[in-house]
């Protein structure tokens, strides 16, 4: 089955940076879009990057420019840069695929940004 595992969360200050990896098993991963999400408290669900099979990014606008998705195919794992982070980037964030049977999640990583 589809396993996801997010690492990489914690407390960081603002302006700081964090690099959240999500590592994938279950799928041929090189063939997939991968997506982040993030919920904060009391907030819905918000895609914040994808990245697609053949390398194109997109962001959510208030990330661009500070967050940056990439993913290592070899190591079926995909990243999230995120520098000058911001007390509005407190959240858990997720790891997503959507495959044939529908999405699949992570279990999730905190991130907190202290202002």
């Known amino acids: 089955q589809v396993q996801l595992v997010e690492s990489g969360g914690g407390l960081v200050q603002a302006g700081g940076s964090l690099r959240l990896s999500c590592a994938a098993s279950g799928i041929a991963f090189s063939l997939y879009t991968m997506n982040w999400y993030r919920q904060a408290p009391g907030k819905q669900r918000e895609l914040v990057a994808s990245i697609t099979n053949n390398g194109k990014t997109t962001y959510v606008d208030s990330v661009k420019g500070r967050f940056t998705i990439s993913r290592e195919n070899a190591k079926n794992t995909v990243y999230l840069q995120m520098n000058n982070l911001k007390s509005d980037d407190t959240a858990v964030y997720y790891c997503?695929?959507?495959?044939?049977?529908?999405?699949?999640w992570g279990q999730g990583t905190q991130v907190t940004v202290s202002s």
């Open positions: 997503n695929v959507v495959v044939i049977m529908g999405g699949r």
